[in-house]
């Protein structure tokens, strides 16, 4: 057992997760990859956003296939009922490669590759004491000779390939230098029995081929291959809810909640998928919360939408009220430095987990993101109409708590007169995502759902107090039409009963429920608003 052969970790690592009370088992993976065991096409990367369970994937895949001494970990998955399991569990050497480590004051690519190169020969070294080891040979030059004097062959099984390509002191020159490491170490080689390799960006495409080009691709807005294996389906989600119901002495998170706020991905056959990690904390921690931390630059939201901002304010706002925006998707490579289109961005933003993709449109996948792009909105001065709204918003909140309609209507108008450019109202769509801007302070403290079924029809949106004794608020819009008109509709549709069948489970609500209309006037240009207590 060494450090990168045979390493106990991966082993380790996956039993840890299976030991876990919302473990899900997807090891059916395994007899795809099986069958291509020494196979030309055994070369595997598949790519998927952060925290979409892609290490779990490769602890599984090296601790089935490595000899450990200990095959009972897989004798109750799906794949024991595999007719090869006993021909294939722990019979193979596996070199384990977690590429995002790094040796300690790591600051150039040449101490970050020796330890790889350094380890690897040494772990070769050690397996093969009663071979002739000559330690200043190319890694890939000693595995040749393993081959060629014993006839063993390497499973490799790489996680976090492209982790290099965010290190600080990565220059160009190194990220050329890595591929041709990946390329000498497994592109050709008799030695390699199978690579699985996994990370965030697709490989590298170049215009005379790429130095991966064995590799088979497999992303998730494109390709439908393996697409089940990573992310919750919305019948694993049912099940782990089952468990986390019977585990859990006084359960906070319905089934509906789960959905809200970690639902929204989609596979390319248009499955829908859930965040798995932010599934599982909010399970464990019995708490819905914003579970996407941010891993670096890459993570970031701004860090995409800097390049273009002009271009993607508005679908900004359109996307941050819920709406989807028509887009392509573009290849987004390790080697892109620079994103100018908007299809370049949202493509880059698709792979990063920072927008999903589904039937040539692109939105923002669930609540829990809408949390970040929220904070970021009030954050960003170079947003402009975005930031300045975003800024407002406590105030809106509290002149609509006090009925302050005049300070409502001036913070709205000053919403047309600086001219935002989306503001043409063509219909009430265009409305409720400016409406949107200016309530985002309310998120902090309210619940806010937008056109949700309430009474005898749809309202606008319904601000859902976090604390009972805080006051609800029901709020309609209304082009060419008055606030009477949308109070109006608001008492005769009875959506005020929508706070009985939400808060009426837990506690009784105390607090006001304010009705709030709000008109413009094409011909005018006028806004208009009203506060009325129900």
């Known amino acids: 057992m060494g450090q990168f052969l045979n390493s106990k970790e991966p ?13 899900v088992d997807k090891s059916d993976i395994l007899e795809e990859l099986i069958p291509a065991l020494q196979q030309e096409q055994r070369f595997f990367c598949i790519t998927r956003p952060r925290r979409f369970g892609k290490t779990v994937m490769a602890n599984m895949i090296a601790a089935f296939f490595e000899d450990t001494g200990d095959e009972s970990l897989f004798e109750h998955l799906h794949i024991s009922q595999y007719d090869l399991y006993e021909a294939q569990v722990g019979k193979h050497d596996v070199i384990y490669i977690d590429f995002s480590e790094m040796p300690r004051e790591c600051c150039t690519y040449h101490e970050y590759i020796a330890r790889i190169q350094d380890g690897l020969i040494r772990d070769i070294k050690e397996a093969y004491q009663e071979m002739n080891i000559d330690e200043d040979i190319a890694v890939w030059d000693l595995l040749s000779q393993v081959f060629n004097r014993t006839g063993h062959k390497f499973i490799f099984v790489m996680d976090e390939w492209d982790a290099v390509f965010h290190m600080s002191f990565i220059t160009q020159k190194d990220r ?8 000498l170490l497994l592109k050709g080689q008799s030695y390699v029995e199978l690579a ?22 497999y992303n ?3 390709r439908i291959r393996f697409s089940e294996y990573f992310g919750f389906s919305d019948e694993e989600v049912d099940m782990i809810y089952k468990r986390y119901l019977k585990n859990t002495k006084k359960p906070q998170i319905s089934r509906e909640n789960l959905r809200e706020w970690y639902d929204g991905y989609h ?3 248009g499955e829908r998928l859930y965040n798995p990690r932010s599934v599982v904390c909010a399970l464990t921690d019995n708490q819905l919360s914003n579970y996407w931390v941010s891993s670096g630059r890459y993570d970031s939201i ?17 996307m941050f009220a819920g709406e989807k925006i028509p887009s392509g998707i573009q290849e987004y490579a390790a080697t892109a430095q620079e994103l100018k289109t908007k299809e370049e961005i949202y493509s880059a933003m698709v792979v990063y987990g920072l927008l999903t993709y589904e039937n040539g449109r692109v939105f923002i996948p669930n609540k829990e993101l809408m949390g970040s792009y929220a904070a970021m909105m009030k954050k960003e001065k170079s947003l402009g109409y975005i930031y300045r709204l975003a800024n407002l918003s406590e105030q809106m909140l509290q002149a609509t708590l006090a009925g302050d309609t005049g300070t409502m209507t001036q913070i709205i108008q000053y919403a047309h007169n600086t001219e935002v450019p989306i503001l043409s109202y063509n219909n009430e769509t265009e409305l409720s995502a400016i409406v949107n801007l200016v309530y985002l302070s309310a998120r902090d403290r309210y619940r806010v759902e937008r056109e949700d079924r309430a009474g005898k029809g749809y309202v606008d949106f319904i601000f859902y107090p976090l604390r009972a004794d805080q006051d609800g608020i029901i709020l309609e819009l209304k082009v060419n039409q008055t606030p009477d008109d949308a109070i109006a509709q608001i008492k005769e549709r009875e959506y005020a009963l929508r706070f009985k069948g939400k808060l009426a489970e837990k506690t009784v609500h105390t ?9 413009y006037n094409k011909v005018t240009k006028e806004h208009a608003c009203k506060v009325e207590e129900l």
């Open 267 to 269: 596979t390319a056959a």
């Open 302 to 318: 701004f860090t995409y939408l800097q390049y273009n901002v002009d271009q993607i304010q508005n679908d900004l706002t359109l």
């Open 220 to 222: 998730m807005a494109t």
């Open 511 to 519: 607090g006001r429920i304010l009705a709030v209309g709000i008109g």
């Open 11 to 23: 082993y380790d690592r996956f039993k840890s997760v299976m030991n876990g009370i919302y473990f």
């Open 176 to 183: 050329e230098n890595y591929l041709l490491f990946l390329k």
């Open 196 to 217: 699985y390799m996994t990370g965030v960006l697709p490989i590298a495409k170049y215009s005379d081929g790429s130095e991966l080009n064995m590799f088979l691709e």
